[in-house]
């Protein structure tokens, strides 16, 4: 029972998507030529009880499939797709018992789910690999087909009554093809909090950057801190550490690195403030606390060219005139766990 709902699970976030019928009417695509295995059984739980049912390797198993669904797997947005080259063979007397009574297409059925992974399109075919013989009435399984079908360059939504709608072209994104980290010495420092922070020669010494030898103008700070990372797959984020402006506080204008200087940056901590889009003034904004991470991580290198500095503000032309400002806005979060007279832990 446990191993028939971790799979039905894993699955079922798989095909959390959206579900249309495969299309046909496809020529000159390309093809996939898919061979099942057959031979074993799923025990799947009823309402009274299990039922046996033959399946085949690699098979999901949803909680009202008679027979596993099989999952083709394909790059891209497939605008057309059909079965072709179908091999068909009984089922054993045993197995064809067991289906006795089920109700079986005439032909498999076939539907496609789109998704996307690693910010990439893919349509996953999903065959339903058996039938009744519409002649015979004998219950007879998939064991060979080819898939034909062909992509384009579009995503399809949901419509009014949950069928493909077009959503116009995909959008073109160049994506890193390959990280920063993937070159030069790095180190790693954790931030619990956002604030500014400080980075003197102790420090950088603990971390293992040689700090005697170094040129400080050519020390870099990466990090992208977003707190918790979104779950919608269409939701912007960076493919890679972006550098963060830093302030050489002491600079001699020399390539050493001189006892009395440090480095000052702001960093974002695993825990962010958003800004409610009511239109309300003042702005509020609610507090997202990271239960994934109480740290989030920044890294150090020593780069080939000189790092990105924190930019000097132009000298005001006058002296300063009005009001003098005594007051801001502050934000605060205060999370205040203890135990009740239980002694269960509450926030």
Do not use: C
Request: proline share 8%; charged share 15%.
């Amino acid at each position: 029972m446990q191993k028939f709902f971790l799979s039905f699970l894993s699955l079922f976030l798989l095909l959390a998507g959206w579900l249309v019928p495969a299309r046909a009417q496809t020529s000159g695509g390309p093809t996939v030529a898919v061979r099942l295995v057959w031979g074993s059984y799923a025990e799947l739980p009823t309402a009274t009880g299990t039922r046996r049912v033959p399946t085949f390797q690699g098979a999901y198993h949803g909680p009202t499939d008679l027979v596993g669904t099989y999952t083709l797997r394909l790059a891209g947005n497939v605008a057309a797709g059909e079965l072709r080259d179908a091999v068909y063979e009984a089922y054993p007397p045993a197995d064809a018992a067991l289906l006795r009574t089920a109700t079986l297409p005439a032909a498999p059925a076939v539907r496609v789910r789109y998704g996307t992974e690693a910010r990439q399109p893919y349509t996953y075919a999903l065959v339903q690999p058996a039938r009744r013989n519409p002649q015979t009435g004998q219950a007879e399984r998939l064991v060979s087909f080819t898939y034909a079908y062909q992509v384009q360059e579009q995503a399809f939504g949901r419509g009014s009554a949950g069928g493909a709608t077009a959503r116009g072209t995909r959008a073109t994104h160049v994506f890193t093809k390959s990280s920063v980290l993937n070159l030069g010495d790095w180190f790693k420092i954790g931030v619990p909090t956002s604030g500014i922070y400080k980075l003197d020669r102790a420090t950088l010494s603990s971390l293992g950057v040689p700090v005697a030898s170094i040129d400080p103008h050519k020390l870099q700070v990466y990090g992208n801190a977003t707190g918790i990372l979104p779950q919608a797959n269409s939701a912007p984020r960076p493919d890679d550490l972006v550098e963060n402006n830093i302030l050489l506080v002491g600079d001699n204008n020399d390539a050493v690195f001189d006892p009395g200087e440090y480095f000052l940056f702001y960093a974002r901590g695993p825990h962010t403030w958003v800004a409610d889009s009511t239109g309300k003034v003042p702005t509020s904004f609610h507090h997202v606390n990271n239960v994934y991470a109480d740290t989030a991580y920044y890294f150090v290198t020593v780069g080939g060219a000189n790092g990105r500095r924190v930019p000097l503000a132009a000298t005001p032309p006058g002296a300063p005139s009005g009001a003098p400002i005594t007051t801001f806005t502050d934000r605060r979060f205060y999370e205040h766990w203890g135990i009740d007279p239980i002694g269960t832990m509450r926030a």
